[in-house]
């Protein structure tokens, strides 16, 4: 054997023994079922765009923390009464349903006035018998009393009823505007939504927008299942934000958005969707909702819930790190076997 053989077989023995080197040192890495390539998605923050919004029945208490950044813009309180005695947002008063008529009626002039309201909000999941529970006859004639007076007589202007994302909502709406026969003025469409698939929360705001050809506001979502079936992780919901949230914030038609809840008393929705803690300071949920940090998850979830590849467990997925493991054992063993066998 030459020298300039010898030399060679060296440097081929140097050249494996450092890439052997670099495979058993690295960690075995566990990727979430489903993400592969689409993990850039876990880090990516919304866009500054400043249409978020806060569900807030409070006070002034707490209040601020959602405004060091720009994030949020307005606020509403499913009433016609703001209860918060100064703040720089934009207030949206509503009308709830039969049983606010009287409160609306004696305060929304002034509320106007005093805080230069620009957009009123009709009624609350008005199908649903927990809710305003209307009829769309009943709904068509509270709004022509009561709601489209205001829109020519102060020039604000008027959000639909918004009703839950039961199938049954949109036929609600669709009923309503044909009981109206031309007399409701609807300037947006008021929506909910609830559940736990991102991209199903997508479609149905694609289908909301191509049926009634309006910009739409989501006045309350949330990842909660209120079927049968497995509820969000943690993780999961952080996704989940990021992806809905992110499209709104993209897509010009959406105008106005407001995750529920920004309160700690979530009514029944599972509190890891909340943006606050008890003692009254932003989660880390709170915190990527008005864009002051990146969304955060454990390593695990998927957007499109707990069913979903990598959802649910808001954690790692130890088959696939064992495999990642496996693989890196016997690569070594087979460039351990080349080494020793180069002379």
């Known amino acids: 054997m030459t020298t300039t053989t010898t030399s060679s077989l060296f440097l081929f023995k140097l050249a494996l023994y450092a890439y052997l080197l670099r495979l058993v040192a690295a960690p075995a890495f566990a990727i979430p079922n489903g993400e592969g390539p689409q993990l850039y998605k876990r880090a990516r923050a919304v866009t500054n765009s400043s249409k978020a919004g806060l569900a ?35 207030y949206v008063p509503m009308l709830w349903g039969k049983n606010q008529v009287e409160e609306f009626n004696a305060t929304i002039n002034q509320t106007i006035t005093n805080l230069n309201v620009k957009a009123i909000l009709g009624f609350n999941e008005p199908q649903e018998k927990g809710q305003s529970n209307l009829t769309p006859q009943e709904g068509a004639d509270l709004w022509r009393t009561y ?13 639909s009823p ?25 300037d ?14 997508i479609r149905y705001l694609n289908d909301y927008h191509d049926t009634f050809q309006r910009p739409l506001w989501i006045t309350e979502w949330a990842c909660q299942n209120f079927n049968p079936g497995n509820q969000c992780s943690y993780d999961d919901i952080v996704l989940f934000l990021n992806k809905t949230q992110s499209f709104m914030d993209e897509t010009e038609w959406v105008e106005r958005y407001s995750w529920f809840g920004a309160l700690w008393d979530l009514q029944g929705v599972n509190k890891d969707n909340a943006l606050m803690t008890s003692a009254g ?47 890196t054992l016997v690569g070594a063993t087979w460039l351990t076997a080349a080494l020793f066998y180069i002379v």
């Open 56 to 90: 807030w029945p409070g006070g002034d208490e707490a209040l601020g923390q959602y405004l060091t950044t720009d994030k949020v813009s307005w606020y509403y309180s499913w009433s016609p009464q703001s209860g918060v005695k100064s703040t720089e947002l934009e």
């Open 147 to 159: 709601l489209e007076p205001l829109r020519s007589s102060r020039n604000v202007r008027l959000g």
């Open 162 to 186: 918004a009703p839950s994302s039961a199938p049954s909502g949109k036929v609600w709406i669709q009923e309503f505007l044909e009981a109206c026969n031309g007399g409701c003025t609807v």
């Open 188 to 201: 947006f469409i008021a929506m909910h939504y609830y559940d736990v698939n991102a991209t199903d929360f």
């Open 281 to 327: 300071e932003l989660t880390d949920l709170g915190a990527q909702y008005i864009g002051a940090k990146p969304p955060m998850t454990s390593g695990g979830g998927n957007a499109d819930g707990p069913n979903a590849p990598g959802g649910g467990g808001g954690s790692r997925n130890d088959a696939t790190t064992k495999n990642a493991t496996w693989y």
